[in-house]
């Protein structure tokens, strides 16, 4: 039975999905634009930092005020309205609410929150993934303990790829490659919120119109966050990484099955079974023609001889040997889709990808020189972007994960370009999510450094 007749089924027995939304920024109101059209789904309460911010959005994406004024969650179940507050742990802790979705974007919080929700009973799908980067490992380990399921986001490209991923593999092909596109040249690492506009390809303007977060942007130029989700990636579907982060090679989407093969067949592979991430510009900063820029992709390869005839008879666009194939979907469309998380974990009891190994981190790299005294600001900021880079490489060097690199003061001289370690900073050990990712490494620190 597909997931929309499940719905529709829930719909007509009067029993809909109950959900809590945790954020009503961006991301979130793309949901919201959604669940109105949605059955079997009744978003009973939303809880942000600023409920006047998030009923302005509620009424931009087309909610009529009505809907959105219920004075409390026990009110919002008996006259299907929703209620909006500050106050996300009534929420979570609301018997009714089967499903938490949690859209802050800010990682520190997010594990609170995700942590919380499992205490409660609570499925979670988490669209912070920058929290996922740091402990998605130890979250989907806890939400088993406590008997629920913790999912990444249908929508943002990390599920996406897992999806194409599990089809590969669900088919019988082995994955040589699973990964994103995105728009890169090198020195787009130092971007900072001042220079974004101009590299992303608008103007002060039209972000200004648009209500655009300039470091939230940011955060997606400077490779930051295709680091954060390649590291979701890979934990999610055990792919390996590239050893020294990230290369972006620059290909259209008919070279993808070229450049992704292993450097001893052509490609820019160090072996078979990585995350990689495709630039959609040529190393001198030309724009590709048909580029996979908003889109994820997955090469396969064909093992077999019969296979391989396949491919060829069915028109499949391969690489010179015929072997190495890549689907893809051009575009993702963020808070659109992230019903599908919703329904698959209430419905199915299936996650749209969760952590199931420690492969990858996110390393903070210093944008410039930075001294001590300064204070790191985080993904897409003026300090530090994440590097990708392998968990045992991150563990040995004691990194510094981005996620935690938020409000931090640096302690001692760190050069451009260096990945920073907990010794470069006064950090603050009293949050959860410090003691999340401690916790972490030492539940994966004998497995990693043993098969390193």
């Given at each position: 039975m597909s997931l929309h007749a499940k719905l529709q089924q829930r719909a007509a027995e009067g029993r809909p999905i109950r959900v809590g939304l945790i954020g009503a920024g961006k991301f979130g109101s793309m949901y919201l634009a959604q669940v109105p059209r949605t059955p079997g789904v009744h978003l009973a309460a939303i809880a942000d930092l600023s409920p006047d911010n998030a009923r302005a959005n509620l009424a931009r994406v087309g909610w009529k005020a009505e809907r959105t004024q219920a004075a409390s969650i026990d009110e919002a179940l008996k006259t299907g309205a929703t209620h909006v507050g500050t106050d996300w742990q009534a929420l979570v802790r609301h018997p009714a609410i089967d499903v938490v979705v949690e859209c802050t974007g800010h990682p520190i919080s997010a594990v609170d929150h995700c942590l919380e929700a499992f205490a409660q009973g609570k499925h979670v799908v988490n669209v912070t993934v920058e929290a996922d980067a740091f402990c998605g490992p130890l979250l989907a380990r806890k939400a088993a303990d406590a008997g629920v399921l913790y999912s990444l986001a249908f929508g943002d490209q990390p599920a996406l790829i897992c999806d194409l991923v599990d089809w590969a593999r669900t088919c019988g092909f082995p994955v040589v490659a699973a990964g994103r596109g995105h728009k890169w040249l090198p020195h787009f690492s130092a971007s900072t919120p001042d220079t974004v506009w101009d590299n992303w390809g608008l103007t002060p303007e039209q972000a200004r119109r648009g209500g655009l977060n300039p470091k939230m942007f940011n955060s997606f130029l400077d490779g930051s966050k295709p680091s954060i989700e390649s590291t979701a990636v890979a934990n999610a579907t055990g792919l390996t990484v590239p050893s020294d982060g990230l290369l972006y090679p620059p290909a259209s989407i008919e070279d993808i099955p070229f450049v992704t093969r292993p450097r001893s067949e052509g490609g820019v592979l160090e072996r078979k079974g990585m995350v990689e991430v495709i630039s959609s510009l040529e190393t001198d900063?030309?724009?590709?023609?048909?580029?996979?820029?908003?889109?994820?992709?997955?090469?396969?390869?064909?093992?077999?001889?019969?296979?391989?005839?396949?491919?060829?008879?069915?028109?499949?666009?391969?690489?010179?040997?015929?072997?190495?194939?890549?689907?893809?979907?051009?575009?993702?469309?963020?808070?659109?889709?992230?019903?599908?998380?919703?329904?698959?974990?209430?419905?199915?009891?299936?996650?749209?990808?969760?952590?199931?190994?420690?492969?990858?981190?996110?390393?903070?790299?210093?944008?410039?020189?930075?001294?001590?005294?300064?204070?790191?600001?985080?993904?897409?900021?003026?300090?530090?972007?994440?590097?990708?880079?392998?968990?045992?490489?991150?563990?040995?060097?004691?990194?510094?994960?981005?996620?935690?690199?938020?409000?931090?003061?640096?302690?001692?001289?760190?050069?451009?370009?260096?990945?920073?370690?907990?010794?470069?900073?006064?950090?603050?050990?009293?949050?959860q999510a410090y003691r999340v990712r401690r916790e972490m490494e030492q539940l994966f620190a004998a497995p990693v450094l043993k098969a390193a």
């Open positions: 900063g030309r724009a590709i023609p048909y580029e996979i820029r908003m889109g994820v992709w997955v090469t396969v390869e064909a093992e077999t001889e019969y296979i391989k005839n396949c491919f060829e008879e069915y028109k499949a666009h391969t690489d010179p040997s015929g072997r190495y194939f890549t689907l893809y979907k051009r575009w993702h469309l963020i808070g659109l889709e992230v019903g599908q998380s919703v329904a698959s974990v209430a419905l199915r009891g299936e996650a749209t990808g969760v952590a199931t190994c420690w492969n990858a981190d996110v390393v903070a790299t210093a944008k410039r020189d930075l001294a001590p005294g300064e204070m790191l600001d985080g993904e897409g900021g003026y300090t530090v972007w994440g590097k990708l880079l392998p968990a045992e490489t991150s563990m040995r060097m004691g990194g510094l994960p981005l996620g935690l690199a938020h409000d931090v003061k640096v302690v001692r001289p760190v050069k451009k370009g260096q990945s920073l370690s907990w010794a470069d900073v006064a950090m603050d050990t009293g949050t």
